[in-house]
């Protein structure tokens, strides 16, 4: 009897380290995670990235005469005109831009003088209007000798300089030499489109001496940072 409890009591005590033993390694199991199982990581990437300042501005067409001619064969006078010039800019500047319109001559000049000889008192010029204000041109003979433009704008924001604001009339605002006049300008960025048009008007004295005329208009486009 004695030997019979002393190996149930074996057989317990094997029975309890079993479970013990299971237990521990279960334990060491769940420790040291099951097979297949994945730990988290985490990393960070910087992304950097540039927009350069930039700006556009187109002419077209960049040549063009004045028609019909300002004194005809009859002694007639005609305002001579340019076809529409389509300016064009674009620029991601915040305050966006302006454009101005400045002659080399002041005037348009005889064909067969250049620089200082072109001058009312050789009769080699058909100056500009004044600066400063708008000048309706005349054709009423015998006429008076006028140069300048207006414009108009053809997209939202423009705005068309005080001077020069006078689209679908012979009322133009100068194309001087001496100092470059505000045309356009726009208070804010924009992709590169049309934003305005320009139209060169000039007439003529029925005394004006014959020949050709000829001026180089330069327009400027700034932008406004």
Known sequence: M???????????????????????????VWKIGLPGSVSAATETVEVTAVVQAWMSFSVSPTTTPLSPDLVDTGGGLHYGSSTDITLSVGTNAAQGWNITIEGKYGGLCHSTATGTACSTTTDNLIASVATGGTTGLDITPPGSDGYGANATPTASGVTVGTYYDNWGTQTVGAIASSTSQTLASKGNANASQSVALLKIFAT???????????DTVTLTATSVP
């Open 2 to 28: 004695t030997k019979l409890l002393e190996r149930k009591e074996m057989v317990f005590a094997l029975g309890i380290g079993l479970i013990l033993t299971i237990a521990g390694l279960a334990g060491m």
């Open 204 to 214: 003529s004295q029925q005394a004006q001496k014959s020949g050709s005329y000829y």
